[in-house]
């Protein structure tokens, strides 16, 4: 049975720091690409970031620069590191973990920036 659990999320004020977690059991973590996700109330769900097995990592032009996208596959887990937070940063972030057809999610970890 796959699992992905994020965990980290939490209220923050602007310019501030959180680190997300996504612990993955069930699969073969250093085989799979990652990613993090985000869907703001009323808006389409974006891709944030992603590392893939080999460590490439990519960013949304919104994040980059603030943001960084990082695997520990001994721990099987991703992070998430974001910093200078904005409100525009508020919604539920999502793991997501691809390898093929296989495509597999969290189920969320809520984010608010807000002063």
């Known amino acids: 049975q796959v699992q992905l659990v994020e965990s980290g999320g939490g209220l923050v004020q602007p310019g501030g720091s959180l680190r997300l977690s996504c612990a993955a059991s069930g699969i073969n973590f250093s085989s799979y690409a990652m990613g993090w996700y985000r869907q703001a109330p009323g808006k389409q769900r974006e891709l944030v970031a992603t590392?893939?097995?080999?460590?490439?990592?990519t960013y949304v032009d919104s994040v980059k620069g603030r943001f960084t996208i990082s695997r520990d596959n001994a721990k099987n887990t991703v992070y998430l590191q974001m910093n200078s937070l904005k409100p525009e940063d508020t919604a539920v972030y999502y793991c997501?973990?691809?390898?093929?057809?296989?495509?597999?999610w969290g189920q969320g970890t809520q984010v608010t920036v807000s002063s």
């Open positions: 590392i893939g097995s080999g460590g490439t990592k």
């Open positions: 997501n973990a691809r390898l093929v057809h296989n495509n597999y």
